[in-house]
Each structure stands twice: as C-alpha cells, then as structure tokens.
C-alpha cells in the first residue's frame, strides 16, 4: 500500500518561498511511473502542478508555475519536495502529493494521493 504523506504548506506573503515535503513509503520506482503535486482551489478543477518521471524523461512543470516552482527527490524515491519561490496570490490552494506506476498516471488521474497540505499567499 502506497503511502503519501505532505507537509511544509502554510501561510506566506506574496514573493516568499515554502518547501513542501511529501514522505513516501510502499511506492516502487516503476521504470516508468511518476511523481507529481497537484493542487486543487475550492469550487475548481484540481490542477497538475509539477511531475517527475522515473526514467530519463524530463520533469513537467506547468506554464503557471515554471521558473518559479522545483520540484526534486530522494535516490531512494522516498522524498519528493517542491521548492516554490516567488509565491503569488493565486498560488494559494491545497496541494496534494500524488503517485501513479505509469507515467501516464500523473497526467489525469493518479493512483495514490495524500491528505494535502494547504497553501495561503497573501498579497
């Protein structure tokens, strides 16, 4: 049973930073699985913030978040963290840590998630 557990959200002011940490365990590094944050605002679509692919394909970042948002993990697959800067009001949301074993998973539809951790930019 795969396991995701978040932390590192909060409150922050507009241009700060925040570290989200999500700790992983009974996730296998699938040669072709995934590991992405999404982040979902009440009364919206939950969106695809940023994945990471095991393998050699590239990371994905959305368009919103690319230059601002990195994401990075342990050699072991047990920590994935989202370093984001330059924080922007409607960065606000709960952000969920998720895993699928394909890499398509982390596209629509994941197979696992965590509880999420919230975050708050104020401007």
């Known amino acids: 049973q795969v396991h995701l557990v978040e932390s590192g959200g909060g409150p922050v002011q507009a241009g700060g930073s925040l570290r989200l940490a999500c700790t992983i365990s009974?996730?296998?590094?699938?040669?072709?699985?995934?590991l992405a944050w999404f982040l979902q605002v009440p009364g919206k679509e939950r969106e695809r913030v940023a994945t990471v692919f095991t393998g050699s394909p590239p990371p994905f970042y959305a368009d919103s978040v690319k230059g601002r948002f990195t994401l990075s993990q342990d050699n072991a697959w047990q920590t994935l963290f989202l370093q984001m800067n330059s924080l922007k009001p409607e960065d606000t949301a709960m952000y969920y840590c998720v895993a699928d074993s394909s890499r398509l998973g982390c596209s629509a539809n994941p197979e696992y998630w965590g509880q999420g951790t919230q975050v708050i930019v104020s401007s």
């Open positions: 009974g996730y296998t590094a699938y040669s072709r699985g995934c």
